[in-house]
């Protein structure tokens, strides 16, 4: 065997098998039924689609298809109370999904029942709101690797792998059998000056990059980012309101009360200001007649909240699952008028456009998260524009400032993304491979005399 042979048996290539024979239902918009079927004949691959685009039709339609090509169930992992979403909106395309219990066609189970499941029983499975990959350490992130690291089709869904944060894409990557993260990030990526926690992606490698991620994802914000009319398509408008409220100023060595700065400061004014936080939002929600989403993040806020808010319902992290599912699709039929919760717990897969108003009471640092909840509301499907009410006390600073310098920060990062594969995702049905360059070395070789 010579050297360049050598090296040949060292390169692969990722071949993926895809479905052959398919029928994607009628009820679909022309766009759903190219992704589907781009989906379908790919086998593992992920689907980036803004909010209200139809994720959740879209991989029920390929589940369906994948069980009857191999004659073996799939499986849809789904936060908690979606699946009672997801079962709803297989219907309309007469689908039926039912609850695990290893026989149905197309099952359905939450996250956190993620343990007692046999995966391989499963001819496919689908990742609902696939960013909860975002936690490369997680252990849900392991799990779901390890489960299905032989499972022959694979389906991420979700609107945005993250609004700030190119690496996830090497969770999905890796789950999908593509190339894992830490491969992926030798490749593409290079650390930023002396922090090893942070990557950026290297210059010169940009178009490979984005052309390798578009062999296995697509990513659209509205349909003509593949070709499609946007009619019927059009966003309300988002309006943000900031309600500061005044806290006593207990210090004497300064005239006015000083702005928290660190984490710490800043959980110790949140603690300190929640009944007047509450207050200002008991007064903003009673006097409202209309569905009403309340976010919070510290349990005394939760239970003030429910204890000042007419008609309010809480839904907290300690609530058996069964409650929580049970109060959220509530929510959803409107059988409940007004919601409280945490982001982390309801801010994540739910379609709530009947609703148009929502308070912020108390904000965790995590940008990803109030994203996440907004758009619960603001999304295609919704005919209002949404209210985002946002209640901090005087010592926490400009925080509606900040919110939007880092939505502005997302919306440049998305577009950028978009932007970088508008002209790969044009050839959709292609095999993914793991390309190499040869070394072409510039300086020729001077064998040394000793």
Known sequence: MNYNQFLSKKSFNVSFKGVSEYNIHNELFDYQKCLVEWALKKGKCAIFADCGLGKTVMQISWAANVAKYTGKPVLILAP??????????????????????????????????????????????????????????????????????????????????????????????????VMNREE???????????????????????ADYWEWVSQWAVML??????????????????IYHQHIVSVEHKSSDFLFPMQASTLRERQSERRATVEVRVNQAAELVNNNDEPFLLWCDRNDESE??????????????????EVKA???????????????????????????????????????????QMYQAIRRCWRFGQTKDVN?????????????????????QAKEMKLEMLNQMRDFQSNKIRTITKNTKEYAPSVSFKKPLF
């Open 388 to 408: 985002v009410h946002v209640i901090v006390a005087e010592t926490e600073g400009n925080v509606l400032q900040n919110i939007k310098r880092k939505d502005l």
């Open 184 to 206: 992926m990030l030798a490749t593409f990526f290079v650390h930023d000056g002396g922090e090893t926690s942070k990557w950026r992606l290297k210059g010169h490698a940009k």
């Open 304 to 321: 003030r909240l429910r204890k000042a808010i007419n008609e309010s319902v809480e839904v907290k992290g300690s609530d058996k699952p």
């Open 326 to 368: 049970s109060r959220l699709h509530g929510f959803s039929n409107g059988n409940i008028k007004r919601m409280i919760s945490k982001p982390s717990i309801a801010g994540f897969g739910m379609n709530w456009q009947h609703c148009s108003n929502m308070a912020f009471v108390g904000l965790s640092d995590s940008y990803e």
């Open 80 to 177: 908690l109370a979606v699946g009672n979403q997801t079962i709803d909106e297989a219907l309309l395309i007469n689908e039926h999904i039912n609850w695990y219990d290893c026989s149905s066609k197309i099952q359905i189970l939450n996250y956190d029942k993620l343990h007692t499941i046999d995966a391989s029983q499963f001819s496919g499975v689908v990742l609902d709101e696939s960013s909860i990959l975002k936690n490369f350490t997680g252990k849900i992130r392991n799990q779901l690797i390890d489960m299905f690291k032989y499972t022959d089709f694979k389906l991420c869904c979700t609107a945005t792998p993250s609004p700030n944060d190119l690496m996830e894409l090497a969770n999905h990557s890796q789950f999908l059998g």
């Open 221 to 238: 914000d509205k349909p003509s980012d593949i070709g499609f009319s946007d009619k019927g398509f059009e966003k309300t408008d988002l």
